[in-house]
């Protein structure tokens, strides 16, 4: 198998409220494939999706519980830019858990949380850097 991960698909309990802040929160825009069932947004080197809970549980024959153990991340190229888009997305409607600062493992990060828990680390890694293509660096 080939490493690599092509989507990320996100169980929601409520589609249309996460579209709204996918949408209005982040200002990410859906992208083809999209329908009243599920949400895709086209990232750069992968996929995010959105789809229902009820629906992913009727999919894999069981329950699926909301998000938990895990962090998604959005990387930037300065502490600055962590500043900047945790003060914009805290504004729109993110929940803020953590406000940004220097971490232990030598960078800078912050954290918001999305409709259904899930967690976003807004990050600045001094050791290496997001491309201009928007896919995150290599490690110096």
């Known amino acids: 198998m080939e490493q690599r991960l092509s989507i990320i698909t996100l169980a929601v309990a409520d589609l249309d409220r996460s579209r709204r802040f996918y949408g ?12 009243e069932k599920i949400a895709f947004f086209q990232l750069p080197g992968i996929m995010f999706a959105l789809y229902p809970r009820s629906a ?3 999919e894999h024959d069981g329950p699926v519980g909301a998000p938990a153990g895990f962090t998604l991340a959005y990387n930037v190229n300065s502490s600055a830019e962590v500043d900047r888009v945790y003060a914009a997305v805290t504004a729109r409607g993110a929940v803020g858990l953590k406000a940004p600062e220097s971490v232990f493992w ?13 967690q976003w680390e807004i990050a600045h890694n001094p050791f290496t850097a997001v491309n201009d293509n928007g896919t995150f660096g290599h490690w110096g």
């Open 24 to 35: 209005d929160v982040f200002g990410w825009r859906e992208t083809e494939g999209s329908s």
């Open 56 to 58: 992913m549980a009727d």
């Open 106 to 118: 030598g960078g800078y990060s912050a954290y918001v949380c999305g409709p259904d828990g899930e």
